[in-house]
């Protein structure tokens, strides 16, 4: 199982430096990788959960990769329909390149209706959007010259070099907890990405439909890789309140040790709790994160302390 960052890029205390120093400490401490987030328009219902400044998730990457050797880069998600598939698609293959293969792809549908107003993208249609982009991002990560015909966007011949390092493209992850979410990492994805996840419902519900889902496309399971949020606190939390990752060291250890027996390929750790205040300071998140490496996973051997 491996554990993961979630880097802040956005809030005051973003700039370019603390982003490479993120990366570079995740790294050094033995963290296997981390992942950023993606919006364009700086809308107020996303300035209200994300304040600016925003930096672009494909430009972060692209230069984070050139700075690292070990440490995988991913994205958690990137809104899909917010940008043509040719584009999407070409991104993807660059940063896997630019990379050496470390880039994780995941992809979701987005939740901020002024932001797809903005954007003149249809949010009542986003599904079906993105299930068709992502359809079209396939087939010019699998063919030199690629052509595609969809409900949603169609061209022909179209050169895709260079593509993808990672054969038959990177990992594809599938943001999202709902049931259409489910359906799409069935059909479409290599890897379910849900956040912020309570135990019970993934082991009761979530994990059984995505096989049967599975079962029903004739594919093989995909992988399950959480975002789960990380609050260590000094008195433990009642289990029927916290969301998976919350609580003492205690707790933390035995929600691992959980998904590990789920069969969790990788977890990724997010600090971020929706308080605009704590993006102006990234210690408290820092030592959340250096508690887990000393205290709750041998993150060398891959194996709970």
């Known amino acids: 199982m491996k554990i993961g960052i979630n880097l802040i890029n956005f809030g005051p205390a973003a700039t370019p430096d603390s982003l490479i120093r993120w990366t570079r400490l995740a790294e050094a401490i033995g963290y296997h990788f981390v992942m950023t987030s993606d919006h364009v328009a700086m809308t107020a219902d996303v300035v209200g959960r994300y304040p600016a400044p925003f ?34 698609a070409r991104l993807v293959a660059n940063v896997d390149a630019v990379s050496d293969g470390r880039f994780l792809f995941g992809a979701g549908v987005g939740w901020a209706k002024q ?42 011949d179209i050169h895709t070099a260079p593509r993808p390092v990672q054969t038959p493209h990177p990992p594809l992850w599938i943001g999202g907890g709902s049931d259409a979410a489910l359906r799409r990492a069935a059909r479409l994805g290599d890897a379910w990405h849900p956040i912020r996840i309570r135990l019970a419902p993934i082991r009761e519900h979530g994990l059984p ?13 995909p992988a399950f890789c959480p975002r789960i949020r990380l ?14 990752g919350e609580g003492t060291v205690d707790q933390v250890r035995r929600d691992f040790a959980a ?32 508690t887990v490496a000393e205290r709750v996973v041998d993150l060398d051997r891959r194996t709970l302390r």
């Open 231 to 244: 609050r260590i606190t000094d008195t433990a939390m009642p289990d029927d309140e916290r969301l998976c």
């Open 115 to 156: 932001e797809f107003d903005a954007l003149g993208v249809s949010f009542e249609r986003r599904g079906s959007i993105t299930d068709d982009y992502l359809r079209a991002m396939k087939a010019c990560w699998t063919q030199d010259v690629a052509s595609y015909e969809g409900p949603f966007v169609s061209f022909r």
């Open 259 to 290: 998904l590990e027996a789920l069969g969790a390929q990788y977890v990724l750790l997010d600090t971020y709790t929706d308080d605009v205040e704590a993006t102006r300071r990234h210690d408290v998140a820092w030592r959340m994160f250096a």
């Open 209 to 221: 439909k995505l096989r049967e889902l599975a079962d029903k496309e004739g594919k093989p399971a």
């Open 55 to 88: 930096y672009d998730p494909w430009v972060t990457l692209g230069w984070i990769a050139g700075q690292t050797r070990r440490i995988e880069i991913g994205t958690t998600v990137i809104i899909v329909p917010y940008r043509h598939p040719l584009e999407t």
